[in-house]
C-alpha cells in the first residue's frame, strides 16, 4: 500500500500565494505518477495538475494554468504544488493522487487513473 499525506492548505487572502506538498510513504520502491485534484462543496472533483515521473511532463487544468505550478521533489515521491494569485474560486479541499501505472497523457485528469488518494487539505481563499 501506498499512503499520501497532504500539507499545506490554510486560509489566505485573493492574490495570496500557497503550496501545498504531498508525501507518499509505504510501498513506494518505484516512481510514482502523482496529480492534484480539488473539490469545493457540491461541485464533482476537478483535475488540477499532475506530473508524470515517466515523460517528465506536468499537466494543468484550465483554470489553474499560468498560475500553478507542480514540481517533483528529488527523491521523486514528493509532490509540490505552488499555488500564486489565489481567487475565492480556488476554495476546495485538495487531494493527493498517485499511480504505479504509466498512464497516458489522457488519463492524468481522470480521477478513476489512480490507485491512491490522500485524505485532503482545505484551501479557503476569502476575498
Known amino acids: 500500500q501506498v499512503q499520501l499525506v497532504e500539507s499545506g492548505g490554510g486560509l489566505v487572502q485573493a492574490g495570496d500565494s500557497l503550496r501545498l506538498a504531498c508525501a507518499a510513504s509505504?510501498?513506494?520502491?518505484?516512481?510514482?505518477?502523482m496529480g492534484w485534484f480539488r473539490q469545493a462543496p457540491g461541485k464533482e472533483r476537478e483535475f488540477v495538475a499532475a506530473?508524470?515521473?515517466?515523460?517528465?511532463?506536468?499537466y494543468y487544468g484550465d483554470s489553474v494554468k499560468g498560475r500553478f505550478t507542480v514540481t517533483r521533489d528529488g527523491d521523486w515521491n514528493t509532490v509540490f504544488l505552488r499555488m500564486n494569485s489565489l481567487k475565492p474560486e480556488d476554495t476546495a479541499v485538495y487531494y493527493c493522487?498517485?499511480?504505479?501505472?504509466?498512464?497516458?497523457?489522457?488519463?492524468?485528469?481522470?480521477?478513476?487513473?489512480?490507485?491512491?488518494w490522500g485524505q485532503g487539505t482545505q484551501v479557503t481563499v476569502s476575498s
Open positions: 506530473t508524470s515521473w515517466s515523460t517528465g511532463s506536468t
Open positions: 509505504g510501498r513506494t520502491f518505484s516512481p510514482l505518477e
Open positions: 493522487a498517485a499511480s504505479r501505472a504509466i498512464m497516458s497523457s489522457r488519463s492524468f485528469a481522470v480521477p478513476p487513473s489512480y490507485e491512491y
